[in-house]
């Protein structure tokens, strides 16, 4: 399907794309000014936010929400969500380890290679991400409520597989992506800057990216067009478990352990980032940089409240104004700028 064929069955689309263009880039490019007047108040809160230290350290702290921010804007993206990213974020790695470590470390005792470890939790990213696509795809399930329940469903067996207990003692190999180091840049932030380029590049120049976008403005439109939506609406599904999945790898090399509560109330910081950057709840609208900047400013506030030392509970608080403050501007501002 090329892209005429697409313009040529949505021209209502293109006048109206373009008429919300600059409002759309004006509210993206808010958040640069407000992300420097953070920077500003980090450095009069502490002196020790402007040192490599915490910088490195915000990077490697932010990288995995922004891999599941990027999984979660592709399904956005299509005007469809998926509330189980976050239990996809913990049970993955959850499983992935429980087979790899010694029962001394509350993993079931096989001692699989690492590999195998790695392999399976990506494998139970992509299947649940498969099974939640078809579902909603396919057989027309709603896609609040099954993700919803898949959240929950997945977050008891994450807890009831370790008894609630945490697993540690893994093998290096499994905890690299979270725990290595490239010229002192965390390898997890190199990996979800080049997924931020690589997602933002296929989506503003690859067919399939421009499809997505057809999708979540009118799917009908795009069905007529000739677009396989069916087919490219369960890919993204799949993508995004699988990324999630990644992202969980990430936390527990972070932190060297898999917790029975890994990923709790991960997804509504992962809303907040993409909605504060600009992305559509209700498809087809957002770019990839615009939830990028979403990323770097609730990591920001985040670290800036914590040197504060501000208890946890108000740190939780100033995510949900910023949610508040992000619509409004879209109320302001209007709809995003399509395009990746």
Do not use: C
């Not at 509330?83 to 001394?104: D, E, H, K, R, T």
């Not at 399976?120 to 498969?130: D, E, R």
């Not at 509970?313 to 508040?324: H, R, S, T």
Request: no cysteine.
């Amino acid at each position: 399907m090329t892209e005429t064929a697409v313009s040529a069955a949505l021209p209502a689309e293109v006048p109206r794309r373009r008429a919300v263009q600059l409002l759309g880039g004006l509210r993206e490019l808010a958040l640069l000014p407000a992300i420097a007047g953070l920077i500003v108040a980090g450095t009069l809160v502490s002196s020790a936010f402007l040192t490599k230290a915490n910088l490195v350290n915000v990077a490697q702290e932010s990288a995995a929400l922004g891999t599941v921010v990027v999984a979660e804007t592709l399904i956005l993206l299509t005007g469809s969500f998926d509330l189980s990213l976050q239990s996809i974020y913990g049970l993955a790695p959850m499983i992935g380890a429980w087979l790899i470590v010694p029962a001394s470390a509350h993993g079931q005792g096989a001692q699989l290679n690492w590999t195998i470890g790695v392999l399976v939790t990506l494998l139970v990213g992509l299947g649940v991400g498969l099974f939640n696509g078809l579902l909603i795809v396919k057989a027309g399930f709603n896609a609040f409520i099954l993700t919803l329940a898949m959240l929950i469903l997945l977050a008891g067996i994450q807890v009831g597989i370790v008894s609630g207990e945490t697993i540690y003692a893994m093998p290096s190999q499994f905890i690299y992506l979270g725990s290595a180091y490239w010229a002192g840049v965390p390898v997890s932030a190199l990996v979800t800057g080049a997924l931020f380029l690589a997602s933002g590049l296929f989506l503003r120049y690859h067919r399939t990216g421009r499809a997505i976008y057809a999708i979540g403005g009118n799917a009908e439109a795009a069905r007529a067009a000739g677009i396989k939506v069916d087919r490219v609406r369960i890919g993204v599904f799949v993508t995004a478990g699988t990324l999630a999945a990644l992202a969980g790898l990430m936390t527990a090399g972070q932190v060297v352990a898999v917790t029975a509560n890994q990923g709790n109330n991960l997804i509504f910081t992962v809303f907040a980032a993409a909605v504060i950057g600009g992305i559509s709840l209700d498809g087809g609208r957002g770019r990839m940089l615009g939830a990028l900047t979403g990323v770097i400013l609730l990591a920001l506030v985040n670290n800036i409240l914590t040197l504060s030392q501000i208890q946890t509970f108000w740190i939780d608080a100033a995510n949900g104004a910023i949610i508040l403050l992000a619509l409004g501007l879209a109320r302001l501002f209007g709809t995003t700028q399509p395009g990746g």
